[in-house]
């Protein structure tokens, strides 16, 4: 009898793991960033971030990459499509991203200070938008930084890097 409930009781366990946690979940820090990214968007006339919603998973939104095993954001690339905005300081949450590409649109403000977040950043290609201001300090946290872009904008020379 008692065992014959402890395996019921496994048995329902099991069940309730695998319906609370289907395998592609991802992650709910994530979406939230990419949510307010695109918050952030005031102009999109080709209609890219319509694609970004909830009938599918985050993963499978226009330009997102994510990893495959734990379905956390490592690329955001969003090339030549018209998008105009600022960038969300959200973006600092996407904190497995290895590359990020905005070239071509018309992003604008600056950079957020936020950017020293993403720790596995690689490639940061921003060129040709209207992004003004310095190049955060920031970005010097990002230690395994080794590609970046960003011609093509109204960034102040100060703290260039290289
Ligand atoms: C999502 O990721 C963040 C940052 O990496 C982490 O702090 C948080 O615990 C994660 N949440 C879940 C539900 O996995
Ligand atoms: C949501 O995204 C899907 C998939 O890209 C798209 O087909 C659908 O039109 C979108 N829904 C809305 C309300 O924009
Ligand atoms: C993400 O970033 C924003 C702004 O940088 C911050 O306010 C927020 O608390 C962060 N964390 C999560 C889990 O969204
Ligand atoms: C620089 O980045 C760190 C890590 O994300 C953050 O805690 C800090 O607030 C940032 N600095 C500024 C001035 O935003
Ligand atoms: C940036 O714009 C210039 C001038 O329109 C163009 O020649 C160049 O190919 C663009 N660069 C990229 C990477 O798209």
């Known amino acids: 009898m008692i065992l014959l409930?402890?395996?019921n009781l496994?048995?329902?366990n099991l069940l309730r793991l695998?319906?609370?946690?289907?395998?592609v979940r991802g992650n709910d820090t994530d979406r939230q960033a990419l949510l307010q990214f695109k918050a952030k968007i005031t102009g999109d006339p080709l209609k890219i971030m319509e694609s970004w919603n909830s009938s599918i998973h985050f993963c499978q939104w226009f330009g997102v990459t994510c990893g495959r095993k734990h379905?956390?954001?490592t690329k955001l690339k969003l090339r030549i499509l018209k998008l105009?905005?600022?960038l969300s300081p959200y973006i600092g949450n996407?904190?497995?991203l290895r590359e990020l590409d905005l070239v071509g649109n018309s992003f604008y403000n600056q950079i957020p200070q936020e950017i020293g977040g993403l720790r596995r950043l690689e490639a940061l290609h921003l060129v040709n938008n209207s992004i003004s201001g310095e190049?955060?300090?920031n970005l010097s946290v990002c230690s395994k930084l080794t590609s970046v872009d960003m011609?093509?904008?109204r960034l102040m020379e100060k703290n260039l890097l290289r």
């Open 5 to 7: 409930s402890f395996f």
């Open 10 to 12: 496994q048995g329902l």
């Open 18 to 23: 695998a319906t609370a946690s289907p395998v």
């Open 71 to 73: 379905r956390r954001v």
């Open 84 to 86: 105009s905005g600022s």
């Open 94 to 96: 996407l904190s497995f």
């Open 135 to 137: 190049i955060p300090s």
């Open 151 to 153: 011609m093509g904008n």
